[in-house]
């Protein structure tokens, strides 16, 4: 650097540092005067049955391996740093349960593993003997940092817009909560100190109790349904007998039409 090279740097210094501070300059971090921004926390996204289907196939095509990652991230609700830095010490595959010991709140905090998540694991296991960091990589490379470059591709090649690994958290919540799980119980498995942090997620709750009530506009009339033998509208008291059975028999009907479907053409629990 040549000796007049500095001087725009001084002068940036000058702008930046107060006047107290320009004489400890060397000594400390300018950046922590600038004000930071402020995360978005209403952001929501996760993704599509397509969506997912695509990010799969990019990783079974590009780095199969790394299957059991996504896996245990869209089925625990982890952060990247708490699932890239977990130990097979912490992780009881006969309790089902993974124990957090360095979260971000500060407090310890377990996870229950669902059947998926447990398949996740039992791969993973075979893979690393149980020992040592459970995603870490063969190279002995940071797991955050070797990560990076296996999931940016992926997720290029499956064309996913606006989508990152944080949002893998944000897609496990979205999940429990159109899958019924309350906000309380979704507050500890995320590990949120306050409820406030998870009422993002009270929308997703409520398109769905609009859908199971929508059902009801589905049910089929009183003319398309049988009458039981010997019953007939045409006294007073047999018409009365006459909607009680109707309104039960439209009930059970609701109950085996309207019931949502897997996808395969049955019907779920």
Request: net charge neutral; proline share 4%.
């Amino acid at each position: 650097m040549e000796a007049g090279d500095g001087e725009p740097l001084q002068g940036l210094s000058v702008a930046v540092l107060p006047a107290g501070d320009r004489e400890r300059k060397g000594s400390q971090n300018p950046a922590r005067f600038v004000r930071r921004l402020r995360e978005n926390n209403e952001r929501v996204r996760f993704l599509s049955d397509e969506e997912e289907k695509r990010l799969r196939e990019a990783i079974q095509s590009e780095c199969p391996e790394h299957t059991p990652d996504l896996d245990v991230a869209l089925n625990t609700g982890m952060r990247k740093g708490e699932q890239y830095g977990l130990n097979w010490k912490d992780v009881d595959l006969h309790a089902r349960r993974l124990t957090l010991r360095e979260t971000k709140n500060g407090s310890v905090r377990h996870i229950p593993l669902n059947s998926v998540a447990m398949e996740a694991f039992k791969t993973l296991a075979k893979r690393t003997g149980r020992r040592g960091r459970v995603f870490g990589p063969p190279d002995g490379s940071h797991p955050v940092l070797a990560h990076r470059g296996w999931w940016e591709a992926v997720v290029e090649k499956a064309e996913l817009v606006d989508f990152h690994w944080h949002d893998t958290r944000h897609h496990f919540a979205s999940k429990a909560v159109m899958a019924g799980v309350d906000l309380r119980t979704l507050q500890q498995l995320l590990g949120h100190k306050s409820l406030q942090m998870v009422c993002r997620y009270t929308h997703l709750s409520q398109s769905h109790e609009l859908a199971a009530v929508e059902k009801l506009c589905k049910m089929p009339s009183d003319s398309t349904l049988p009458l039981k033998l010997g019953e007939s509208q045409s006294s007073e008291a047999g018409s009365s007998i006459n909607g009680f059975e109707l309104a039960k028999k439209a009930s059970q009907a609701a109950c085996v039409t309207s019931a949502p479907s897997d996808g395969n053409g049955t019907c779920e629990d």
